[in-house]
Nanobody, 122 residues
Framework: QVQLVESGGGLVQAGGSLRLSCAASGSIFRINVMGWYRQAPGKQRELVAVISGGSVITYADSVKDRFTISRDNAKNTMYLQMSSLKPEDTAVYYC????????????????WGQGTQVTVSS
C-alpha cells in the first residue's frame, strides 16, 4: 500500500508564489521518478515537471523559469516551488511517482496523489 499526501495548494493573486509538497509513504523500496501534473477544467491532464532519481529534470515549456521541482530522497518527498503565477496556472495539481515496491521486483509501479487545487486570480 502506498500513500501520497499533497499539500500547499490554495488561492493566490497573479504574480504570487506557492509551494506544493508531495510526501510518499508505504510499501516503497525506491522511488525512481516523481512528477507534477495538472488538469484545468475542461482540459486534459498535462505534465508540469518531472524529476528522476538522478535529479534529471524536465519542465513543460509553459512553466520553465517560473517553477522549480525538487525532491528529498531521504524523506520521499517532492516539492514544486511556483513563482510568477498566472491565471492560466489555475488547475488541480497531481503528484505521481514511479516506484519499485520491493528490491527483488523486476518492474516499477506508478501511483497518483489525490490532487490539490491551485487557483490564481487576476
Amino acid at each position: 500500500q502506498v500513500q501520497l499526501v499533497e499539500s500547499g495548494g490554495g488561492l493566490v493573486q497573479a504574480g504570487g508564489s506557492l509551494r506544493l509538497s508531495c510526501a510518499a509513504s508505504g510499501s516503497i523500496f525506491r522511488i525512481n521518478v516523481m512528477g507534477w501534473y495538472r488538469q484545468a477544467p475542461g482540459k486534459q491532464r498535462e505534465l508540469v515537471a518531472v524529476i528522476s532519481g538522478g535529479s534529471v529534470i524536465t519542465y513543460a515549456d509553459s512553466v520553465k523559469d517560473r517553477f522549480t521541482i525538487s525532491r528529498d530522497n531521504a524523506k520521499n518527498t517532492m516539492y514544486l516551488q511556483m513563482s510568477s503565477l498566472k491565471p492560466e496556472d489555475t488547475a488541480v495539481y497531481y503528484c505521481k511517482i514511479v516506484y519499485r515496491m520491493r528490491a527483488w521486483y523486476v518492474r516499477d509501479d506508478e501511483y497518483w496523489g489525490q490532487g490539490t487545487q491551485v487557483t490564481v486570480s487576476s
